[in-house]
């Protein structure tokens, strides 16, 4: 490269030049802007990010690699200091990343975070008219954070069908080149990178989330049942003592979730549940009606979580299950169907004690009932509050008999309700 001069103004030692020309048989030029000596942050498509990094797939252990390819071990071994294996759960999240960059290009809203590669060469960085950094022929980056959306990429070039390639291959991408880093120094940034941010928990995340059907759900029902406005907590994962709300974001789409997907529902936590069989519009209007009678209904019960369980995780998870049956009932006969199922629920003595012993909760070594979590106890609640045949169901409920009669007059009584097997150790 036939270089006329150093640039002046920039800092010493970044290796920052003004050559007379771009020596295109160097190497892959990539257009961006150096924030330090060290630190290039870039814009780039996959066409180029494909030819300065391998497919960290075959810099795993493990991996049959072509014979004698000595640079190829070189770069595994290096990868194996600076990155975790792409296994368990990282693997996993290949598939999931893959087709959410598949929308991202087809042009769904979302956010491709940038990619942070590594050199431990210190690399040129030119300057004509814009700034590049150059990635000599034959060097290939590691990435130090983003491995798995690197996998992704490399994934979708291979498998996306064509016109999704095509957008693909065209798609900008953000990358950040560390250059001129010793090994040691960039597992530090690994471990930077990676440990110390924080994810948000489960509550903020599904309140970010405006592509879940749910969430569109449960932003009528709180603009719809006044006992609800301003009293979500939408980032807690449960709710402070001395909170003023009266329900967790977590906790009310549970209820929703377990309306379209019955006590099953428990079983998808704050992941994303099937709704492709559900009328949003139908689901909606169930779920105010039903949702907001309850909370009407027992608002008492619900506010004072100290000694009520009305308003705890479980039994609004079960309550949310009881729901399901109106989904289920014509439109024009759930008024009457969901006075019914309230009926039932009208002699349940909501007080913490030893009735709810075993179904929603147990004593812990100083004789204090503990509430137990929504996944430990759900199927238990639900099959006490619905379910006369269950031994729990006389046990929390004042009359008994009474409540009988009413679940003999809407039709009988339910088949209890087990919890999935567990999958078999394999």
């Known amino acids: 490269m036939n270089e006329r001069a150093v640039t002046p103004q920039t800092e010493k030692g970044s290796g920052m030049s003004i050559p007379s020309s771009l020596d295109l ?7 961006g802007m150096p924030l330090t000596d060290r630190i290039f942050m870039a814009q780039t498509k996959f066409n180029q990010l494909k030819v300065i990094t391998r497919n960290p797939m075959v810099l795993q252990e493990g991996v049959r690699r072509r014979a004698h390819d000595e640079e190829l071990e070189s770069e595994a071994r290096i990868h194996d200091l600076i990155q ?3 296994t368990g759960k990282k693997a996993a999240n290949v598939a999931p990343f893959r087709a959410y960059i598949e929308k991202v290009v087809a042009g769904d809203v979302g956010v491709l975070p940038p990619i942070h590669l590594w050199s431990e060469q210190e690399l040129q960085v030119v300057q004509l008219g814009d700034n590049y950094i150059l990635v000599p022929n034959g060097d290939h980056l590691l990435a130090i954070d983003g491995e798995t959306q ?4 490399w994934t979708l070039s291979v498998h996306g069908n064509s016109d999704i390639k095509d957008l693909h291959r065209n798609y900008p991408l953000a990358i950040i080149v560390h250059h001129g880093v010793p090994v040691k120094e960039a597992r530090q940034y690994f471990h930077d990178l990676n440990v110390l941010s924080i994810r948000p928990n489960a509550s903020l995340s599904l309140s970010m989330d405006t592509k879940d059907p749910v969430m569109q759900v449960l932003d009528d029902i709180e603009a719809s049942i006044d006992f609800l406005i301003g ?3 939408r980032q807690s994962r449960q709710l402070l003592k001395r909170s003023t709300n009266v329900v967790t974001l977590q906790s009310l789409r549970q209820m929703v979730v377990n309306i379209a997907r019955g006590i099953s529902g428990i079983q998808y936590g704050a992941r994303p549940a099937p709704m492709d069989d559900i009328s949003i519009e139908d689901l909606t209007e169930v779920a105010v009606s039903w949702i907001g009678e309850y909370m009407t209904t027992f608002a008492e019960e619900i506010t004072d979580r100290e000694k009520y369980l009305a308003g705890a995780g479980s039994i609004l998870a079960a309550v949310g299950a009881m729901g399901q049956e109106l989904l289920r009932t014509e439109p024009e006969s759930r008024a009457t169907a969901q006075e019914q199922l309230l009926e039932t629920l009208r002699e349940v003595d909501w007080t913490k004690g030893d009735h709810w012993l075993g179904i929603a909760g147990n004593h812990t070594p100083t004789g204090v009932f503990s509430v137990k979590g929504t996944k430990e106890v759900a199927y238990a609640v639900y099959n006490a509050l619905t379910d006369p045949s269950h031994n729990g169901y006389s046990r929390i409920r004042r009359n008994t008999s009474f409540v009988q009669l009413s679940a003999y007059r ?7 309700v087990s919890p999935p097997a567990a999958p078999p150790m394999s």
């Not at 690197?150 to 990429?153: F, G």
């Not at 039709?411 to 209890?416: A, C, D, F, L, N």
């Open 231 to 233: 009293r979500v907590d």
């Open 150 to 153: 690197l996998t992704a990429h």
């Open 410 to 416: 809407r039709g009988g009584t339910h088949e209890p």
């Open 84 to 86: 975790r294996a792409l």
């Open 25 to 31: 048989s160097a190497g892959q030029y990539i257009k």
